[in-house]
């Protein structure tokens, strides 16, 4: 119970800081809530399970660890859990997205029940993140006729990882905030001096532009729950100086959607804008995140009679607008046309940032579907002839679309 309590603690401090509960990364912990939800009279187990569904990161950690074997536990019916079905658990594993889950995932897909095996298989189907050792146990049970494992492989030949995502939608609703004019640094969504803080994402987002730009973009969430919140750079570019995954983390956490229901403060899809468009770097990390980067162009150097550019007393070019994105303005991006909108108006042609790769990985939530397509490239050879003919006819998709597969 001592880790518990200091965690309870620990959440009581962060309350003063409006913060919430930090996400539990640590075996030792969760393996203490793990204990209480068991007990069905323990005082803290709703709690608990608030915490351990909730508020426990996935991925590598040794929390994920735990949890997916006592998700493993409910499944094989080896603990009972009341509020955790079966669904429940597999649909919890889903989202875990690597490390221990997919081996928790591989173990029931290659085991001796098959009502299992199949809805294990089903959720690995979704899952982008095998590593070498993952793909091998797959590879050895297929060399062993075994069909479940045909079955994932076949499935990862055909992408349906990626391929049975809902599409993109032809019309996303955005509305304009405007963080600063001229060019914005990363620095300004992602204090250097604050890096002590970028472990902790809640806390780190506080350090973004200023307090005040924090209300401003929560009222605007507020008036326009079905829009997403775009961040614009004013008569400059967006995201100059140090490339830094935190800044566009930041936005992602202040103005994208979340990843998973139960991952806490991990957020994706930002989208941004700039008169100048977005620094190349910066742009590649809303890309990889499956967000949309905008060049706006909705200043231009004005000129006179003859075409030259009108200077001012500095000698500075003199800007005219040529249509608004001042805060609060709703716009449409239309990913078919690939055009800006404004009610009817048609403001500007966005192909450069919904080219075809890029609106892959707006479908896929980030990069990372596109980028697992090359490893079961290499296992080609390993498939059956109708999996390397659904492998030879992915190939031939990506490649007239954007490349995604050679990259």
């Given at each position: 119970?001592n ?14 800081q ?16 793990i ?7 323990n ?8 915490f ?32 955790i ?10 989202h875990?997205k690597?490390?221990?889950s ?5 173990d029931?897909?290659?085991g001796n029940?098959a009502?299992i ?7 690995l189907?979704t ?7 993952d ?17 994932i ?11 049975k ?16 004019e ?20 809640e ?35 967006m ?8 800044g566009?983390?930041?936005?992602a956490?202040?103005t ?11 957020n994706?899809a ?7 468009g ?18 706006l162009?909705?200043?231009?150097k004005?000129?006179?009679?003859e ?12 800007l005219e607008?040529?249509y ?13 046309t ?6 009817e ?29 090359k490893k079961?490239?290499?296992l ?14 992915l190939q ?12």
């Amino acid at each position: 119970m001592n880790m518990y309590k200091d965690y309870i603690k620990e959440i009581e401090e962060r309350k003063v800081q409006g913060l919430h509960p930090k996400p539990i990364d640590g075996a030792e912990l969760l393996s203490e809530i793990i204990e209480q939800i068991k007990d069905l009279g323990n005082e803290y187990r709703e709690d608990s399970l608030k915490f351990f569904i909730y508020n426990t990161l996935p991925g590598t950690t040794s929390a994920a660890g735990v949890k997916a074997q006592f998700l493993k536990e409910i499944i094989l019916g080896e603990s009972v859990v009341e509020e955790i079905s079966t669904a429940f658990a597999f649909e919890l594993l889903s989202h875990m997205k690597g490390g221990p889950s997919i081996e928790v995932l591989l173990d029931l897909a290659l085991g001796n029940d098959a009502a299992i095996a199949q809805q294990a298989a089903a959720v690995l189907q979704t899952q982008v993140f095998l590593y070498d050792a993952d793909t091998d146990r797959l590879k050895e049970a297929f060399k062993n006729d075994n069909v479940i494992a045909k079955e994932i492989l076949e499935s990862y030949a055909k992408a349906e990882f990626f391929t049975k995502l809902p599409e993109v939608p032809e019309e996303i609703q955005i509305v304009t905030f405007i963080a600063g004019e001229g060019d914005i640094s990363t620095d300004l969504l992602s204090p250097g001096n604050q890096a002590h803080s970028r472990s902790d994402r809640e806390l780190h987002g506080k350090c973004m532009i200023t307090p005040k730009a924090q209300d401003e973009i929560k009222a605007l969430q507020a008036l326009h729950p079905d829009k997403s919140v775009m961040l614009i750079a004013e008569k400059g570019t967006m995201g100059v100086g140090s490339s830094r995954m935190s800044g566009v983390n930041n936005v992602a956490l202040w103005t994208g959607k979340q990843a998973s229901p139960y991952v806490p403060f991990v957020n994706i899809a930002p989208i941004v804008g700039g008169t100048n468009g977005i620094s190349p770097i910066f742009l590649t990390t809303v890309d990889v995140t499956g967000g949309i980067g905008i060049d706006l162009k909705n200043w231009v150097k004005k000129t006179d009679a003859e075409g030259n550019i009108v200077r001012d007393e500095n000698g500075d070019p003199v800007l005219e607008e040529v249509y608004s994105v001042a805060t609060g303005t709703v716009l449409t991006i239309n990913t078919k046309t690939k055009k800006l909108y404004n009610g009817e108006q048609e403001l500007i042609d966005i192909s450069k940032a919904l080219t075809p790769q890029k609106k892959e990985f707006i479908r896929a939530g980030g990069s990372y579907a596109i980028v697992f397509g090359k490893k079961y490239r290499r296992l080609q050879p390993k498939f059956s002839v109708l999996s390397q003919l659904w492998c030879l006819r992915l190939q031939k998709k990506f490649q007239t679309k954007g490349r995604g597969l050679q990259r």
